[in-house]
């Protein structure tokens, strides 16, 4: 019953917060298409910043806590599609975090590199979205996004053989070092 | 004041409403109830009318004391009501109570809708045909027993209930003989199979010595006859087409051995999605993969649409300024003769770009020293 409690109250932070810092990125990178709008640029890039930094560690505690909430975690399409969803906004979000890291403020000055971050936060809201939507769906039986005459059906999942996924894994880890490690070096950006 | 205008225009609509509503246009639903509702409205004749609706029933006339036994009518009916509604009872008399075959030793295994009542429901289709079956248990006891059925519909806007009877459909209770076949008592039909399956459905049978399989999709009028095989004593192994999505199949076994020819009730067979195969493991590592990927991919894309360095950013003339200021404490080894040569060597001259001379090895303009002397 606690990790049910505790489930709620961490998933109602996370996406808050989450939230929070997509909106504001998206905001910011907007932003760049009114003149005289660099104050306000500033204020939401380091709201946005702060945000997804803070989201980041809520993500594992949200994920443990849910599993921890479910008899059966991952034992039907809609709990299996929680991971892969949680997964993705992890990607999404920590992309975003990464590049605010590694170009500074002036991130938002570039427009290719502004777009990108723009794009890391619309996918880090979309995941999120979706994640709530299964988590809606799951405990109420409804969601709001049921409303829309496209949205996906939850209870199907693409599932891979458990050795698979681990190889997918394994490959995801050395694509990111490779990434990383032999991918062009990169500057902060003047914010000027 | 204001409250009693209220309560009286209450009042008033209340009255209105039921003056404009006759019996239930809407249908009661299925259930079990007794013929016309127990001496209602429907009983009286100034609101009711006989229906001109045709009832027939294709049922044989001979059933085994505790067996199955299938009961078929088909109704035709010129005329309906705009909601298309028909109720349609099965009946072992029509006295007003104790009407329901249940009262008369008979058990309903499957009604049309596929629960187990005696009074159900059903939109009229736009041909006026109605063909229904109820699938029950013969009364234990041997005898002679009657089943009726008896319909009610309204017809156009008319407030009118219009009542049809059939003529009772009387049926012999016999015993079951020693050697009737049939499925094997310890048998039960599977209710359902996974999408996409297409292996064979086990029927257990005793006293068979020969059985024929019929099948059809639920709604389906056509029925398609099905490929059986002989498995061990006793058991048949019928092939029925796969099923997708929300489908239901229906099939019909006749059991034979050779004296008699039995056949049994429609069976339903539905449609489930395959057992979920995922584990906590695999949708962990591949939440961890995706979201690797996902950074993997945009970090990469970071570092491809980074801005290029421009010529100010290596411009470090101040640096220099600053370094020729201060005084050198180690001297730069000059280069050799060798390596000055080939270095000059690789310098390549352009007539366009007087006094530049182009490395392609650093990629960059050099100032060209012999400009302006020998040249």
Redesign the interface.
Known sequence: MFSQTLHHLVVGLTTGIATLACLCAIAAWVSNYFVGAKNARTHLDTASYIAAIAALPLLPIA?LSG?MAMSD?????M??NK??F???T???L??MV??RW??GPGVWN?S??AL?QAI?AI?ALASITVLGSIGAKMTLGESTMDVLPFWPKFDD?V????WL??V??L???V??V???RL?????R?SAD | MRGRILTLVTITLILISTQGTVANPGGEGDGNRDFVCGGSCHGDPTLSAPSTATISITSGNTAFTGTAYQFDTTIEIDMISHSRILGVFLLSSINGNGDNPEDHGWNIIQDPSGTTVNYVEVIVPTNGVVSLSWVLTAPEEVGDGDLIVAIHHGAGYEGLAYLGVSEPHSISIDPVPANLPGFALDWSAPNYRVTGDTSPVIVLTQNATEISVEWKLEGESVSHPATVEAGADDEWLVHLPATMGDGRIVYRVTTSNGEFDVIQPWLTMGTIPPEFDGSLMGARAQGFAGAFMIIALLVSLQGLLQPPRRKDDLDQTQEVEVAEETPAESVVDEPTVDEDAAYRARLLKYDEHPGLLWDPVDEEWVDDSNYGGDE
């Open positions: 994920v599993t975690p991952a034992s039907d399409a709990s299996y991971f892969l949680a997964g993705l992890t990607g999404f920590a992309s990464i590049g590694r170009f570039d290719r590199l990108l890391s996918g999942s599932v891979v053989n458990e996924s681990l997918l894994l490959l995801g880890i694509a990111m490779v990434a990383f991918g062009p070096k990169t500057e950006i």
